[in-house]
């Protein structure tokens, strides 16, 4: 399935049926007057966030969404029907945008969680609706009330707890790999990561959900590389890991690099917690390690977890950093202490 995590599409809800006018006609009644009955209701704009999407691609073929209209009233004082809503489906961390991308419109956060974005129009008004004592045969109709329609942005951003960032090449899909049931592509030449994916980690009775994305490199906030439109998907994570290659000439400086374009970005990226982690120690020594590690310690200011994806070093040490850092489950029960209880373990 290809990703596509922004779509531009067009909505407009259905307008009001018109009023119809109408007088009755009936054998042996006379004087029978009005009996038009009312238009019916355009159908809503409804979205949706459902289970089972992480991809916006449905909304390349599909850019048009128009709801139907209601339908005219007739005589009897029959009211027309109204029309059906146009229920958009979208994934769950879907934002709608104005068409200038300057206002959030809706934010879909959760499973199942439904929003009415244009109502459709009501219905005219029949004839029958505006008899009155002086105007006991009135021709006058409403033509129903108007559809609302605009051109909006759909914005994916994808609900994880932990954010994966790093150069490219610093091992972060080997990681992912490593502790999720995730295929990330893993290749030995730069930007092997071209769309963001998604793990769900099971440590220690817990589970919780990592985000990797492409790789960032000097000037990623200007376009460089892939840019920095990918970091949108982390922007709701609790927590960062930062993952530097231990192979790099100079860590200090390729943490360095990172955290600018996280500041450049902004979002409040760069005030989140971060774990760091010098990975790929499986092809250094002990000493260089602990020079490596002290040296990109003094850079970042935060203790420093040597560890390897390939080989698991270090992995479950980073594993309870991160299951600290994002905090207790939000079913899990707490004691008066404010710590998480121990859950026993049952097979059912």
């Known amino acids: 399935m290809h990703f596509l995590d922004q779509a531009k599409i067009f909505v407009r809800s259905g307008a009001g049926g018109p009023g119809a006018v109408s007088f009755r006609r009936e054998k042996f009644i006379e004087y029978g007057g009005p009996d038009g009955g009312n238009g019916g209701k355009g159908g809503d704009i409804v979205f949706e966030a459902v289970a089972g999407l992480n991809t916006l691609i449905d909304f390349r073929y599909t850019q048009h969404f128009r709801a139907p209209r209601g339908s005219g009233g007739s005589g009897s004082n029959r009211t027309g029907g109204g029309g059906d809503d146009l229920v958009i489906k979208v994934p769950v961390g879907t934002q709608v945008l104005s068409e200038d991308r300057e206002e959030v419109l809706l934010d879909f956060t959760k499973v199942g969680q439904r929003e009415i974005f244009f109502r459709g129009g009501d219905g005219g008004r029949g004839n029958a609706s505006y008899k009155t004592s002086t105007n006991r045969t009135p021709r006058q109709h409403g033509t129903g009330w108007p559809s609302q329609e605009a051109y909006v942005w759909l914005r994916l951003k994808l609900l994880a707890d932990v954010g994966l960032v790093g150069l490219p090449n610093a091992g972060k ?160 029960p707490v004691s008066d202490d404010g710590e998480e209880d121990a859950v026993e373990w049952s097979p059912i």
């Open 173 to 332: 899909s080997t990681f992912i790999n490593a502790v999720t049931n995730a295929q990330a592509k893993v290749a030995e030449y730069a930007f092997t990561t071209t769309r963001p994916q998604l793990g769900v980690v099971r440590h220690k009775q817990r589970e919780f959900v990592v985000a990797d994305i492409p790789g960032l490199i000097e000037g990623a906030a200007d376009g460089a590389g892939i840019g920095d439109r990918f970091l949108g998907h982390i922007e709701r994570c609790r927590v960062l890991l930062h993952l530097v290659d231990a192979n790099d000439t100079d860590v200090a400086e390729s943490y360095r690099i990172v955290r600018e374009e996280l500041e450049a970005y902004g979002a409040g990226l760069a005030e989140k917690p971060v774990v760091i982690g010098l990975n790929k120690i499986d092809m250094l020594d002990d000493e260089l390690i602990e020079v490596m590690s002290k040296e990109l310690a003094d850079a970042s200011g935060a203790d420093v977890i040597p560890l390897s994806g390939a080989s698991g070093v270090g992995v479950d040490w980073v594993l309870d950093q991160l299951l600290e850092a994002v905090g207790p489950a939000a079913d899990a």
